[in-house]
């Protein structure tokens, strides 16, 4: 016949897992002012330790989406100012860059002072623009995985590709 949890039993559970690190059903048989087999029965017959396991896991998936929501909804914050602050940059980039009433094309007008902002300018664009890519989850820069030829082990290759290899590299 299936044992009932009743109430005790249910309060003696939590009073168990609240203990954490430092569980002990002694401790547990004190606080209920029950015997020690007692509480080692109750533990035994309402499967405390899978009872443990599976409240952790529970607690530590509302944890890590409440991490993740959190996380979420900080980058978005960051995106936000951001696209914000790309604004005046853009703006700053657009005073320098006129187009030719003549040819219609765009040209660059700054003296030097404004060349020296300009710089500037386009640095924090830079800047703004690798922060919102690492915040998408995106490369900042580029990852080219490249590998010259004479990295190669060419010992069972024929003669001919020794040579061309040789001519590459008096090119570079």
């Keep these: 016949m299936p044992k009932v949890e009743t109430k005790r039993h249910i309060e003696?559970?939590?009073?168990?897992?609240?203990?954490?690190?430092?569980?002990?059903?002694?401790?547990v048989a004190r606080q209920c002012s029950a015997g020690e087999r007692t509480v080692a029965r109750w533990s035994k017959d309402f499967n405390w330790q899978g009872r443990v396991a599976q409240r952790d896991l529970e607690n530590g998936k509302?944890?890590?989406?409440?991490?993740?929501?959190t996380v979420v909804n900080t980058k978005a914050d960051?995106?936000?100012?951001?696209?914000?602050?790309f604004q005046p940059v853009k703006a700053a980039i657009n005073k320098v860059i006129v187009k030719n009433e003549e040819t219609g094309e765009l040209e660059v007008?700054?003296?030097?002072?404004?060349?020296?902002?300009?710089?500037?300018?386009?640095a924090?664009?830079?800047?703004?623009?690798?922060?919102?890519?690492?915040?998408?989850?995106?490369?900042?820069?580029?990852?080219?995985?490249?590998?010259?030829?004479?990295?190669?082990?060419?010992?069972?290759?024929?003669?001919?590709?020794?040579?061309?290899?040789?001519?590459?590299?008096e090119e570079e």
């Design 124 to 169: 924090a664009f830079a800047t703004l623009a690798k922060l919102d890519l690492l915040l998408m989850g995106e490369a900042d820069s580029r990852t080219d995985n490249t590998f010259k030829l004479y990295d190669v082990d060419l010992s069972g290759y024929p003669k001919a590709f020794e040579t061309v290899i040789e001519t590459e590299e």
């Design 12 to 27: 003696a559970f939590d009073e168990y897992y609240a203990m954490g690190k430092d569980r002990n059903l002694v401790a």
């Design 78 to 85: 960051y995106r936000r100012d951001i696209r914000l602050a």
């Design 62 to 69: 509302k944890i890590m989406a409440k991490t993740d929501k």
């Design 109 to 122: 007008k700054l003296n030097m002072d404004d060349g020296r902002q300009l710089a500037a300018v386009v």
